[in-house]
C-alpha cells in the first residue's frame, strides 16, 4: 500500500503521459482517418486499473488527477467521470477479495463489467441533469463498441500500469 503522495508521483506522472499519447492519437489521428464520433474512453481504463489494483488514501485525488487531465482532450463531463470512477472504486473495496485476475479473458470481462457500471452511474447523472434520455441511448450505441475494445486491451495496458506502479502481481492475467 502506498501511503506517501511522493511514492505516487512519478508513476502518476508517468501514467499521465501515457494518456496523453492514447489522448492525443483518438483526438487527432483518428478524425484524420474518418473516425469522428468514435473515441476510446482511455481514461476509464486508467481509472479501472486504479481502483482494482491500488490500496492507496489518496485514490479520490488519483482519480480526479486523470479525470481533470482527460477534460483537456474532451468537452464530455469529467466532473461526471470522477463522480462515477469513485463510485465504481467504493464498490471495488467491498468486492477486491471476489476479483481475481487468473487470465486475461477475466481481466477482460471484470473491465467490461466494470464498464458498463460506469455508464450506467453516468447514464444516471446525465439523466439528472437534463432530464431526458434522448443522449443517453445515443451515446450507448457509441459506448458498445468502445468497451469492448477498452476490454481487449486492457490485459496490455493493465499488464503496462501495473510495471509503472510498480504494484505487486496478485494473479494479473495469470501470474501468480
Not at 1 to 15: A, E, G
Not at 28 to 43: D, S, T
Request: aromatic fraction near 18%.
Amino acid at each position: 500500500m502506498k501511503t506517501q503522495l511522493k511514492d505516487m508521483f512519478l508513476p502518476l506522472v508517468k501514467t499521465l503521459i501515457l494518456l496523453f499519447i492514447l489522448e492525443l492519437i483518438t483526438t487527432a489521428i483518428f478524425p484524420m482517418v474518418g473516425l469522428e464520433n468514435y473515441r476510446v474512453p482511455f481514461n476509464i481504463l486508467f481509472v479501472l486499473f486504479m481502483g482494482l489494483r491500488l490500496e492507496t488514501p489518496y485514490l479520490a485525488v488519483l482519480i480526479f488527477i486523470v479525470q481533470y487531465f482527460h477534460s483537456f482532450f474532451s468537452v464530455e463531463g469529467w466532473e461526471m467521470g470522477t463522480v462515477a470512477g469513485i463510485v465504481i472504486c467504493i464498490v471495488v473495496s467491498y468486492v477486491r477479495g471476489m476479483i481475481h485476475f487468473s487470465s486475461w479473458s477475466m481481466t477482460m470481462l471484470i473491465t467490461f463489467v466494470f464498464q458498463i457500471f460506469w455508464f450506467l452511474i453516468v447514464s444516471l447523472l446525465v439523466y439528472i441533469q437534463l432530464g431526458s434520455f434522448h443522449y443517453v441511448f445515443e451515446k450507448a450505441w457509441r459506448f458498445i463498441p468502445q468497451s469492448i475494445i477498452i476490454a481487449l486491451l486492457s490485459p496490455l495496458f493493465f499488464f503496462l500500469l501495473n510495471k509503472m506502479w510498480r504494484v505487486e502481481d496478485r494473479g494479473l492475467m495469470g501470474e501468480g
